[in-house]
């Protein structure tokens, strides 16, 4: 059995009526854009480096939902290894993949495509382990994967604290929100793969949206692919070999009441090669209710559980997620 999940068998359908509908237009993108580059050994510095420092992450949480940090902490021989065993889980068989209980996670870690998909545009061509850090204590170690995630989410926590903690300051978030709202076991972390597509210039590797959390903390290749989408126009990322690139999400922004932006972003689809990502999605346990921190209120009160609820509700209802719209106040 091959690698490759079965792309062509269970999307037929849309690709032939595609094809016959003649609906192939090519994904427009504006230009390549280097996103803000933060340099976090400023935050260890005198006082003024350390304040300039969290404006600049202020700044862009504001005006782009998303920056690039260097001197981030997670060293690069553990994305190294990271990595090399994502790439060993995802060239397993595709039979073994979709097991009812590959590596032991809970059911439906494995993911690909869009099940839901009516068009080539709301089709993602892409793998995907989506972890629950509840289940990382039980998944098998018949290889370094779970121990290399265990090592990764622990440096992955402490920097996304870190950062929420900083990006509070400028909104007068007491400092220990985080803290006491989001557990070491309640964020996730989710390996993509993204197989080449012959259809690259007219569909995604992952389709247009926004994350489901405080922030999430990407580790991509080099091959490039990520798109941002401001006012209208998209840009396409250029890969900084030494970066993780940071994304706001749904939470911060309604926490923030609208001051910093959930960006809204996807992946381009490649003809020629793979590309691998690693995003961990700093999130608050299921209780939490995520209120605006000034007056009038963008958003009305809503607890994570509810959010992630109606996000289920209306992708199983339209094929997409619609967000922070549905809880305006």
Sequence with gaps: MGVEPPFFEKYKAILQRSVEKEKFSTIEVFE????????????????????KCIEQMAEAASEWGSFQIVNHGIPGGLLDRLKYEQMKVFHLPFDKKTEKKFLNLSAHSYRWGNPLATSLRNLSWSEALHISLKDISRMDECNKLRSTIQEYARKANLLAQTLAEHLAQKLGIKPNYFQENCSPSSSYLRMNRYPPCPYSSRMFGIIPHTDTDFLTILSQDQVGGLQF???GRWFSVKPNPEALVINIGDLFQALSNGIYKSITHRVAANEEVERYSIAYFYCPTDE????SCSEPALYRNFSFKEYREQIERDVKATGDKVGLSRFLG
């Design 32 to 51: 390549e854009f280097e996103l803000p580059l933060i340099d976090l050994s400023s935050l260890i510095l005198g006082p003024f480096e350390r304040q």
């Design 229 to 231: 989408n401001r006012d």
């Design 288 to 291: 939490v209710v995520i209120q």
